[in-house]
């Protein structure tokens, strides 16, 4: 897991290229080794052939020291002499420059005898030219027999062609050297490049074949990722199309939720005010209670005292017998109560017109009391009787008014409960216009929420089709990198 988190596409790929690189680096290494072998065996070649060159040109030019010393003896000629001279300091030059380019120990004795014969060989030539210059061409040739100039100037021959010989045993070998120096570059060559080759091939195949095994997995999982993708980008669609949906209904239903709040908000006002209405008709109500409970107080008192009268004049009546001469009197009172009684009557009401009927039989009795005192006896038992009976009406009405009195006071107790309950929907009634009119209000705010929400998620389902598109793009890419592959 590690070594595939370290070595990624590109770390294989540094490694193909690197692998080459070093070996063309390793092989460039070799070949610069080699080359410089080589360039030291060609420049000792080069020596080398530069000594065999130097010690042709000395062998020529010990030849042309002694042809010019002849040349001279035999004919005393100063070009003779210019090429004697001219040879010698040749020769003088070349055992300078072979002196610092032999390096072979047994070139340098060759050297070192080389140049004590020329030097030898050189003064006997010279000597000879003095001879044939002084005592002429006789002299000279007699000299350069006793002196023997050809054995010295074979005997340097025989020294140079050895030498010479063991040079071209130098070349032969320094040859070898640089054919072998050449054979090992083209060697190191032919294997560097074989082997980079090689190594390219090889590891480019495996690099492309895992480079194409990779790509190849990472297209299917790029496909399969996408498919999968797609897939859920649909279901989205969908899902965002239906709460698209869902929410246009939320918003039309809010819409219609906020009108019906604002029309129930109107409701409950109208409702208040006439709570507002309904709290004063029954506070009147109660107040024209209240009035009638003290109007029929002050008729249950007016009636007790009627009723204490009567019996007063019950009392009166059974004693009318004995007290004949109170009749008049009497007569007069009883007018008097009867005016009363009828007016009380009149007050009374519909309850009063029996007693109105009675005071007015009373208001006759008491004119034919005046009239005929005789008659009072025969109508005492009538008087008693009507007594009697007022008396069993009056308590009739006593009853009646305490029942009027108590329904009064039920009524007035009962408008005091609807004023209060009236008061109490008033009071609930603006409550619930406040509640209905915040809740127009949430109902607005949520409306715009909802709309909002509406077009974000129009703006999601737009999103998504083009993440669908995208996702689509992608896995055909995948597809098509996967078929490339």
């Given amino acids: 897991m590690e070594g595939r988190k370290v070595w990624k596409l590109r770390h294989w790929i540094i490694f193909g290229y690197s692998v080459p690189v070093i070996a063309l680096i390793i092989s460039a290494g070799v070949t610069v080794v080699n080359v410089r072998q080589l360039t030291k065996v060609s420049e000792e070649l080069v020596r080398t052939w530069e000594v065999k060159d130097l010690i042709s040109g000395l062998d020529t030019e010990v030849q042309t020291v002694s042809r010019t010393t002849r040349g001279y003896i035999m004919d005393q000629s100063q070009v003779s002499i210019e090429n004697f001279n001219a040879s010698r300091e040749e020769i003088s030059s070349t055992l300078e420059s072979l002196d610092g380019l032999i390096k072979d120990e047994r070139q340098r004795e060759y050297l070192s005898d080389i140049s004590g ?113 797609a897939a859920s980008v649909e279901q989205q669609e969908r899902t965002s199309s239906q ?16 009108a019906s709040s604002r029309q129930s908000s109107e409701q409950a006002e109208a409702a208040a005010a006439g709570a507002q209405q309904a709290l004063k008709l029954a506070e ?36 009318i017998g004995g007290i004949s001469g109170l009749v008049s009197d009497l007569a007069n009172q009883t007018n008097m109560l009867a005016l009363n009684a009828a007016v009380e009557a009149v007050r009374a009401g519909e309850h009063g017109k029996g007693f109105a009927v009675v005071s007015g039989e009373i208001r006759k009795l ?51 409960g609807v004023a209060d309950a009236v008061n109490n929907v008033v009071l609930n009634s603006q409550q619930i216009s406040l509640n209905v009119k915040q809740q127009a209000v949430a109902i607005q705010q949520v409306v715009s929420a909802m709309n909002s929400l509406n077009t974000g998620a129009q703006e999601t389902a737009n999103g998504i089709s083009q993440i669908k598109i995208g996702t689509h793009q992608l896995n055909e890419s995948a597809l098509l990198l996967k078929t490339a592959i």
């Fill in 117 to 229: 014969l020329l030097q030898q060989l050189v003064d006997t030539n010279q000597r000879l030219v003095d001879v044939a210059k002084g005592q002429g061409t006789a002299a000279a040739i007699e000299a350069w027999k006793v002196q023997d100039g050809r054995a010295l100037s074979n005997d340097v021959s025989d020294l140079l062609m050895a030498m010479e010989e063991l040079e071209n045993e130098i070349v032969m070998a320094d040859q070898e050297l640089q054919e072998a120096a050449l054979a090992r570059l083209q060697f190191t060559l032919i294997t560097a490049a074989t082997l980079s080759v090689i190594l390219s091939a090889i590891i480019g195949t495996w690099i492309i074949t895992k480079t194409a095994k990779m790509m190849n997995q990472a297209a299917g999982d790029i496909a399969s990722s996408a498919s999968e993708i």
């Fill in 366 to 416: 008491a004119d034919q009391s005046k009239k005929s005192a005789e008659k009072i006896n025969a109508l005492v038992a009538d008087i008693q009787t009507a007594i009697n009976s007022t008396v069993m009406v009056t308590d009739e009405g006593t009853k009646t008014v305490e029942e009027g009195v108590k329904t009064a006071e039920e009524t007035s107790d009962a408008f005091a």
């Fill in 284 to 319: 009147g109500g109660a107040r024209a209670v209240e009035r009638s409970l003290d109007g029929m107080t002050t008729l249950r008192e007016k009636v007790e005292a009627i009723a204490d009268q009567i019996l007063r004049l019950s009392e009166q009546t059974s004693q």
């Fill in 243 to 258: 709460q698209a949906a869902s929410v246009s209904e939320t918003t039309t239903t809010m819409d219609e939720l906020g």
